[in-house]
């Protein structure tokens, strides 16, 4: 089983639909988690941070189920600049410096 | 430009050549991270410093590779006698880790295709 896992998509979604990715790990000591963004051939890019209250940063909102150990993005009024990877990270146990990446679920917005 | 940098940003190379490659973090982040990403899959963890110190090394990381960041500030990592399977993406990150809490930012990545 991968450490943490991801539907690779692609989710192939109109202009100003809302959208969710959902993502599990399986590691329970893990305590940061977070959503970066990567563009084709480019670095992936801190989205936002997950906390266990959950959180909302305009039109992204994440939300963490550490019972379950299930972590969810949902876009809202999604914008074609949306278009990207999105990949579902978590720290490797208690250690708080590696990070373990998902494959990352491809979002594909169209006019 | 005050984010991470890469240098090359690609290289091409042959099978059993070595090739380095460069990365300077953001001014001050105290660690700095390798990783590595093939098509379709997230990146992996290589190894990372803190200030000059080689903390963890991943198995991933054979010993034909070697990482050094001799100052505390840029980092490099060499790539020995390369084969066709080091072909991907090498990413650097850095962060600034004070009190257990620290956000990696990530380079452009170094794309190496051995040939």
């Known amino acids: 089983r991968k450490e943490v896992e991801q539907d690779p998509g692609p989710f192939n979604v109109p202009e100003g639909a809302t959208v969710a990715f959902n993502c599990t790990y399986s590691n329970s000591a893990s305590q940061s988690f977070f959503w970066y963004r990567q563009d084709c051939r480019k670095e992936p890019k801190l989205l936002m941070s997950?906390?266990?209250s959950g959180n909302e940063d305009g039109r992204f909102t994440a939300q963490l189920n550490r019972a379950s150990q299930y972590i969810s993005l949902l876009i809202r009024d999604s914008k074609l600049s949306d278009s990207a990877t999105y990949l579902c990270?978590?720290?490797?146990?208690?250690?708080?410096?590696?990070?373990?990446f998902g494959s990352g679920t491809r979002l594909l917005v169209r006019p | 430009d005050t984010g991470v940098s890469q240098d090359p940003r690609h290289k091409i190379t042959k099978r059993g050549q070595n090739v380095t490659f460069r990365c300077d973090p953001i001014s001050e982040h105290n660690r700095l991270y390798w990783y590595r990403q093939t098509l379709g899959q997230g990146p992996e963890f290589l190894t990372y410093?803190?200030?000059?110190?080689?903390?963890?090394k991943s198995r991933l990381l054979s010993d034909r590779f070697s990482a050094e960041r001799p100052k505390g500030s840029f980092s490099t990592l060499e790539i020995q006698r390369t084969e066709q399977g080091d072909s991907a993406m090498y990413l650097c990150a850095s962060s600034l880790w004070t009190s257990g809490q620290e956000t990696q930012y990530f380079g452009p990545g170094t794309r190496l295709l051995v040939l």
């Open positions: 997950v906390y266990s």
């Open positions: 990270v978590v720290n490797e146990g208690d250690s708080s410096y590696k990070l373990i």
């Open positions: 410093f803190q200030n000059e110190a080689q903390l963890e």
